[in-house]
């Protein structure tokens, strides 16, 4: 029997139901699923304001069933400081994509932290050193955090870098995340002691590149996670073109990621890629080969991370009775 109604989920609903075993299921099942050719099409649309931009993902997935997503996200980096509101704000619609009725609405923030450092995690767990021991992150915000804790997982870290143009932030993110962790992590004012480490994540909002050649050594492994829209841009084309370069999807990334800017600088073509994530993760691609490799994994975000995560939430959501249940057509 169809049930007429549309659950509604909020922030600490999501955070109450979901670890961060479960996103990065989330994230291998969507890109495997993608590999396979077992997803509805995706789509991206941007739009700048004058105060910040607004990005609209679609897409789906065939799961146990079919679920289709969207997801609707301003990004309004100057909300913290200003307004004590979160630099991203949005909600996603999961529908049921057999029959098209909104199944629920789901706050997006929660999701869109977790989904994508687990997505980074994963991605690095194919194609990062397995003994990785040594971790700098560009940026302390929320992906910033996100991303240390997922690594921190997922890795045998023993030392952690902060790099941040705005010391106060980065000796807070380094007080911070050292005790939360129980993990060393300094503050650097300079990224060309970033050759020492073996992963190395920029979650930044630039619009210019700041990571260069020189800043990374081989045999590193590199997750580019701020490019998702065009004017974004955090690693130099000459780093992309001397590496493995892993989008998370290729024709997205050559819109938006920082593939986009090294297809633009002339340093190399989307047909230069190593494989897409899903790719790797059905060994349709190999993964890491040599410890000298050097991989960069250009993550632009996806609505397929979107939907596998907001049905998973959605399924445990219905099992435990979590959210309130809500009649659209108003007529029952």
Sequence with gaps: MINFETLLLSRQDIVSLMTFDDYFKAAEDAFRL???????????????????????????????RAFFGLKANGGFFRNPE????????????????????????????????????ATTALAAKHLAQPESAVITICGTGAQARSHLRAFAKTFP??????????????????????????????????LRGATESDIILTCTTAREAFLLPSMVSPGTFVGAIGADSPQKHEIAPELLARSRVVPDLVQQCAEVGELHH???????????????????????????????????????????????????????????GRGTMFDFSGDR
Excluded: W
């Design 34 to 64: 993608h590999a396979e050719g077992k997803t509805i099409a995706t789509g991206l649309l941007h739009a700048d304001s004058q105060e910040g931009e607004y990005h609209i993902k679609t897409g789906g997935l065939y799961l146990d």
């Design 157 to 190: 870290l023993q030392q952690g870098f902060v790099f941040s143009r705005n010391a106060e932030k980065g000796r807070d993110f380094a007080a911070t995340m050292s005790a939360e962790l129980e993990l060393p992590v300094a503050l650097v004012s300079d």
């Design 82 to 117: 200003r307004n004590g509101l979160p630099a991203i704000q949005g909600i996603i619609y999961l529908s049921d994509a057999a029959t098209g009725y909104p199944l629920a609405i789901l706050d997006s923030v929660e999701i869109t932290r977790q989904r994508t450092a």
């Design 262 to 320: 090294a297809i633009a600088a002339g340093a190399m073509t989307s047909d230069q890629i190593h494989g897409e994530l899903g790719e790797i993760i059905l060994k349709k691609k190999p993964g890491r080969t040599d410890v000298n490799e050097t991989f960069v994994f250009d993550s632009t975000g996806t609505a397929l991370q979107d939907v596998a995560a907001a049905a998973c939430v959605y399924e445990k959501a219905a099992s435990a």
